[in-house]
């Protein structure tokens, strides 16, 4: 009875009535997708690492590793004294650490990675079998040094190696194989190494795990693509880490690199009046798990078409903000901060938008994403930005302000709102904005 249950359950995915829960299949797809792609750096490493059979033609090298269960591999260490109790501790609520999933056993998680040099060249090799050997592994060449543009005209011919590693789950040790992509380019990233190792100073190392997934789930009798990325700097799906585009199959898919911005776990978005929740994905991807909600006809979301989510704002007085001081008008959101010199070259243009268009129909509010009220303040006396504005601390987490339920990650940023509260322009250029007003209004 219930493999007939769970049959039908499975039918109803394909099907065209939408107002159920889905749990739909995703593929492994190389490479970054519609995804910014992203890497993780290697550090130089202060515990001992043991290996074996470096190639004699290497001028010099450095041995790094990089774990692909963080989880595992911190407990073990606190388990054989590396690291204190306490120390333990604010790792495990950083990572959100569950030791009961986890084994008192030694878990080989990590990968060794060489660097180094021969003949002129940087090489990097990878314990790609995972026995402490690198007698038997390829030798990667890399020219160098090269110009910053040379290396992102390189990036995407840059070889992928296939690496094993054990994995502790579901009470098993398992051997699991992911595909990552070292490089020893940091490009115009501004990075030291706080170490007395004159040749560890010298080599940067990094590493990607090129790999997103995707699916198809029917909605109404619409095809839609599921696109998942995990950030492409671990080998795992972590909740916290994953981006979600959902796209009908008829129009070309949402790309970060287009700007658009990708939903998370526990984002809703709206399918013809309907609200769905992304609710979960499976750790190693393979499935993703969408509920309904039910009917919505004013969507909630962050881009346009959309309507406005809640927020908190307050004021560089701290007088408290919402959109309904303004309920009647077209509201402008300017995203900003005294740190951020494109910023400041747009404020010519955005008192040339308050002057023609402020009134009783139209309102500009800046919002300062900054560390220091007064500074602030004092910026925009001196540049007499004679506007409404607020205030966001970036040296304080605040899940409800309006930088994180926007998913404000550039700056400048603007947002258009509409009398209604429905989001009409987003990022658009001056000139695009000012057309919009100028129709509007």
Same mark, same amino acid.
């Given at each position: ?71 595992? *591999? ?149 095809? *839609? ?81 959309? *309507? ?134």
């Amino acid at each position: 009875m219930k493999r007939i249950i769970y049959l039908i359950f499975i039918l109803l995915i394909g099907c065209s009535d939408s107002k159920t829960d889905f749990r739909i299949k995703l593929d492994s797809q190389e490479g970054y997708g519609t995804f910014m792609p992203g890497r993780v750096i290697l550090w130089p490493n202060t515990d001992s690492l043991i290996y074996k059979n470096i190639p004699k033609d290497i001028d010099e090298y450095v041995v790094r590793s990089l774990s692909l269960q963080p989880s595992q *591999y911190y407990w073990n260490k606190y388990l054989d004294g590396s690291i204190e109790k306490e120390q333990f501790e604010n790792i495990a609520k950083y990572y959100r650490i569950d030791t009961t999933k986890l084994t008192n056993e030694t878990v080989d998680c990590e990968v060794l990675f060489l660097i180094g040099t021969k003949s002129n060249k940087r090489i990097i090799i990878i314990d790609t079998d995972n026995d402490e050997d690198f007698g038997n592994e390829k030798i990667l060449e890399y020219e160098y040094p090269l110009t910053n543009e040379k290396q992102k005209e390189i990036e995407s011919t840059l070889p992928i190696v296939t690496v094993h590693f054990d994995y502790f789950e579901n009470s098993q040790l398992i051997t699991k194989e992911t595909k990552v992509k070292p490089s020893p380019y940091k490009g115009s990233l501004g990075l030291t190494f706080n170490t007395d190792n004159e040749i560890e100073k010298k080599y940067f190392l990094f590493a990607s795990f090129p790999e997103h997934k995707e699916g198809h789930v029917d909605f109404n009798g619409v095809d *839609y693509i599921i696109c998942v990325s995990n950030g492409f700097s671990r080998v795992n799906y972590a909740t916290n880490r994953l981006s979600v585009f959902i796209t009908p199959q008829s129009d070309s898919l949402s790309s970060e690199l287009n700007g658009d911005i990708p939903y998370e776990i526990g984002d809703v978005f709206n399918v013809k009046g309907h609200d769905y929740l992304i609710d979960s994905v499976t750790n190693w991807g393979d499935e993703i798990f969408i509920k309904y909600l039910g009917e919505n006809t004013k969507p909630v979301g962050i881009t346009e078409g959309h *309507y406005m989510p809640k927020f908190e704002a307050k004021h560089l007085d701290n007088s408290v903000f919402e959109l309904k001081q303004h309920h009647d008008k077209y509201i402008l959101l300017d995203f900003w901060g005294t740190w951020c010199n494109p910023c400041i070259k747009l404020i010519p243009e955005l008192k040339k938008i308050n002057s023609e268009y402020s009134n009783d129909k139209f309102v500009l509010v800046s919002v300062a994403y900054d560390s220091d009220p007064k500074k602030v303040t004092d910026f925009i006396s001196r540049e007499n930005m004679n506007w409404e504005h607020l205030f966001v601390n970036q040296n304080q987490e605040d899940k409800n302000s309006l930088i994180e339920k926007l998913k404000i990650s550039s700056y400048p940023s603007t947002i258009l709102i509409a009398p209604d509260g429905k989001i009409i322009a987003r990022n658009k250029t001056m000139n695009e904005l000012e057309e919009i007003l100028k129709n509007a209004l």
